[in-house]
């Protein structure tokens, strides 16, 4: 769901979009609401590097 709501903004720019790894980084986003962000250790616990974290983390203020 989350995934095809965004699709058309990820075309060509987010090429690991489409595997497990952006679900878990989805959840995990999830279960730190109300908290302050630390990219280093979402990004880590995910599995994704900090530039991936910080380009997935745009898109929750991204509009088409």
């Known amino acids: 769901m ?3 709501n ?8 987010y090429p690991r979009i489409h595997d ?3 679900e878990r980084f989805v959840r995990l986003c999830a279960g730190r ?3 302050l962000l630390n990219l280093s ?3 880590n ?3 994704v590097s900090h530039a991936t974290a910080r380009a997935w983390i745009g898109l929750s203020s991204s509009r088409p």
């Open 20 to 22: 497990r790894g952006f």
């Open 41 to 43: 250790n979402l990004a």
């Open 2 to 4: 989350i995934e095809g």
């Open 6 to 13: 965004i699709a058309p903004l990820l075309t060509g720019f």
């Open 33 to 35: 609401t109300g908290q």
């Open 45 to 47: 616990d995910a599995g």
